[in-house]
């Protein structure tokens, strides 16, 4: 909501940075400036954050997508508009892994009028009771890749550098190397170079706070009521064939679950999948959802995260070649995208209807 007073006042020294670029293009800043405002007036918009191509073309091809023109690009981004299932959404596909995700969402929320922000995308499986196609949408979101990487000889009961500036933490708790030793006889006996890696929460800046004055913040939650909303879809029918002779079997479900966490990092080792999921409860890992859920937590911006299954650590090797069905989960999260911000729609409806 605050997207068009936000636009005025913080971002115009900014603005005239990024014009200079977007004039050798063609626009002139008064252009793009006319054509950001008259998308604005006619918002709020639902903002779908997208990692890649693969992901976002299923969508662009949806008939549920009816695409407006122009776009606008912006900074090396492009903001693309249109309405699913008659809801105003506006389009942008971050790139690959955190730090991408994290610039692309606050982007769009600094230059457009948002309401809220639906994330969807593939992603590796953790949890052993869910399947390769499963589209899963988690309550909470975590960054585990802000780390506290102990010296070698300290243990658990001594400090982390830093920690008593209040810097870094032993709550969340750590990864011992030596754990992974493949003979097991050895495991925890002599210790490992590597020794220990602890998890630390990410700082947080939150809009309603004082700047500078940070915050902590570990798991984040996705918005309650996206999250209740979603679970009316866990009945939904997902496609399960990618032609007449390749089937996901089980057939493919949406699943509201606990936890998900991401990272940049591309993970295929059993060996960490297992331990995040014993850690930490966590079904789905990928490599942007939890920057999106701290911009938006920062933000204090709606936002939820649907991802599609597409390859499985209880496998190993994998029996599937991970990418077969990889078309087929990103078809299945923009299906259950779709229908949520049906559900989001309707749901708008009748709130108006009982106010008047
Ligand atoms: C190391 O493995 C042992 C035995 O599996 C386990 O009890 C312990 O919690 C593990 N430690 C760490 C730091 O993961
Ligand atoms: C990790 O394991 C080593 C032994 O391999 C041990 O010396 C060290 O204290 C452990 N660290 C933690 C944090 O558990
Ligand atoms: C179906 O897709 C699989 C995987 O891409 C492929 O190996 C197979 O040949 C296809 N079958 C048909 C009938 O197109």
Redesign the pocket.
């Known amino acids: 909501m605050g997207g068009v007073t936000a636009f005025g006042i913080l971002i115009l020294p900014f603005l005239t940075l990024i014009i200079i670029q977007s004039s050798t293009e063609g626009a002139t800043p008064a252009d793009l400036q006319r054509e950001i405002n008259l998308r604005n007036s006619d918002g709020p918009y639902i903002g779908v954050v997208i990692p890649n191509l693969f992901e976002m073309n299923p969508l662009l091809h949806s008939p549920s997508f009816l695409a407006e023109f122009p776009y606008i690009d912006f900074g090396g981004r492009r903001f693309r508009f249109g309405t699913i299932e008659g809801k105003k959404v506006i389009l942008v596909m971050t790139g690959l892994g955190m730090i991408n995700a994290g610039i692309a969402t606050q982007m769009l929320l600094d230059l457009f009028n948002v309401e809220g922000i639906v994330h969807y995308g593939t992603a590796g499986n953790a949890n052993p009771s869910l399947n390769i196609g499963d589209v899963t949408i988690p309550q909470f979101w975590a960054h585990t890749a802000l780390w506290n990487w102990q010296r070698y000889g300290d243990g658990p009961e001594d400090q982390l550098s830093l920690e008593a500036d209040g810097d870094y933490t032993r709550e969340i708790g750590y990864l011992n190397f030596s754990n992974y030793t493949t003979d097991a006889k050895l495991r925890n006996h002599d210790g490992n170079l590597l020794n220990s890696v602890w998890y630390q929460p990410e700082e947080v800046f939150t809009v309603s706070g004082t700047p500078e004055e940070r915050d902590h913040a570990f798991w984040v939650p996705v918005d309650s009521h996206y999250f209740e909303l979603s679970k009316n879809l866990e009945g939904l029918n997902l496609e399960s064939c ?5 089937c996901l079997k089980p057939p493919p479900r949406v699943v509201t679950v606990h936890r998900g966490t991401s990272a940049s990092i591309f993970l295929s080792n059993a060996a960490y999948r297992r331990f995040l999921r014993e850690k930490f409860d966590v079904s789905p890992f990928d490599m942007e959802s939890a920057s999106v859920a701290l911009v938006c937590f920062q933000q204090r911006i709606p936002f939820i995260a649907m991802r599609a299954l597409s390859n499985n650590p209880s496998v190993s090797p994998e029996s599937i070649d991970a990418s ?1 069905f990889l078309p087929l989960s990103a078809a299945n999260a923009v299906r259950v995208v779709a229908e949520f911000i049906n559900l989001l729609r309707s749901v708008k409806v009748v709130d108006v209807s009982v106010s008047h």
């Open positions: 990618l032609n007449s002779t390749t077969t």
